[in-house]
DNA sequence: CAGTGGTCTAGACCACCTT
DNA sequence: AGGTGGTCTAGACCACTGC
């Protein structure tokens, strides 16, 4: 195989064939992809070559190598995957592991705010999840999720849902999410939310909103949370 | 024989200690270190070792390299300061550069919290220094600073102070700012900083306290800052 | 032009895992 | 023992910079 008629340097022309069999689900997570000498000789290219491109595909979280064993696609557990993107924590803490109560769900049209931020121009319908989300036993997020029925096909019947969403989201529905747009305000807690949360209507509340983003680039869901931050803080490390 | 614990990759070597002559000061921001060639000779690596440590030292914003030219040490310009650790955006904007106004800078002892945030034990004196934030020209965000004059000397006698503090902590005091620690709740504005930002008191405000680290791993800044989100949000990006 | 970093290759040896 | 990834080396060629 050539791919020395391009502009890009090797590396990147093998780390972009590789993310696209990501992409297209040809190795699905938790299996070994073929080895670096596999791959070389598949490709024509060399050894250390392969390697640049897959470890770069490490930094990014799409694969992970084990001394010894082999190239695994990144798997979203839900330790991992709760770990890497929940962001509350007790002040100086660890990391918190939330349970979750469901308390409702609905299909309905996406508004024309949710279909830009979504990047879908057709009239499609989404899935509107509400759920509580408890920190010690104590309810500390109210939490709206959007989730679009073109990319996740009748997610409104699943019997059960996971704490995490994203391993549903790469478990059934191929969806590997790879990165979280975040913006985050204070508000007054709106009066409907307010008996779930434990506070009076008014109270200030974190107000989290979230885009998450699949492996191809796509924002393919989105959520709305309120936080109470009288327990709990949300952490950051910036580098 | 088994390796002992102490086992280190020669790049990792090599890594440590050019951080180490970082830390030290033997070389200032903006000028340049020797070449992977020179180095690799000085300490009898090959250059692809080298390599290896200064791309790790650049991943981590510590070198800086271009093709052609050489290796320089990253310089805390006030664009890619602020670029980097300030996170107020308008929603789903590009980033914003903020104007500042100082308010008033006082020395005073270290509270105990304080000085076990900033790994102090002896009672030591800091500098508390109020600042009001502009963006877009108007007021955003209620800042205190909180400076040890242990590592900033003096540092309440500096005439004018940059827009970006990261900048001076650099070139005056060999301050390196590598990541900073946020932790973020919702809270009500206190009466005192409401005429401030210009807002009711009591109104729901963002309050991000940030502990800045040095290249050495010391927190060598606290910082509390109000932020009103009634235009901006706090943004990140998780990957 | 010489010097720098960027890419690519080929091969050696090591540490770890599985069989 | 054989295969995997991890480290390290040496050398080639390219692209860019500055003189």
Redo the contacts with the bound molecule.
């Keep these: 195989m050539s791919l020395s008629a391009s502009f ?6 093998v780390y972009d064939l590789l993310t696209g069999r990501l992409v297209e689900g040809h190795w699905k997570p938790s299996e ?7 791959l ?1 000789e598949e490709l ?6 392969v ?2 491109a ?2 770069q595909m ?1 930094a990014e979280n799409l694969l992970e ?7 695994y696609v990144a798997e979203h557990t839900q330790e991992s995957s709760l770990f890497r993107f929940f962001r509350l924590r007790e002040p100086h803490g660890e990391s918190l592991i939330p349970e979750t109560q469901v308390l409702s769900s609905s299909r309905r049209a996406a508004t024309q705010k949710e279909r830009d931020q979504l990047g879908l121009t057709a009239k499609v319908q989404v899935v509107e999840l509400l759920r509580l989300r408890f920190l010690k036993g104590e309810p500390a997020i109210f939490e709206k999720v959007i989730q679009p029925l073109s990319v996740f096909p009748n997610i409104d019947k699943e019997q059960v849902l996971p704490n995490s969403l994203y391993t549903l989201y790469q478990e059934k529905y191929g969806i590997s999410i790879v990165s979280v747009r975040d913006e985050l305000r204070a508000t007054e807690l709106p009066k409907a939310y307010a008996k779930h949360l434990g506070l009076p209507a008014g109270s200030p509340v974190l107000k989290v909103e979230r885009a998450s983003i699949h492996i191809d680039g796509r924002v393919v869901e989105l959520s709305h949370a309120y936080c109470s931050t009288k327990h709990f803080v949300y952490s950051v490390q910036h580098k």
Tied chains: 1, 2.
């Design positions: 890009q340097p090797l590396y990147k022309q070994s992809i073929p080895s670096e000498m596999a070389a024509g290219v060399s050894q250390g070559t390697r640049k897959l470890n490490v190598r084990q001394q010894g064993k082999g190239t």
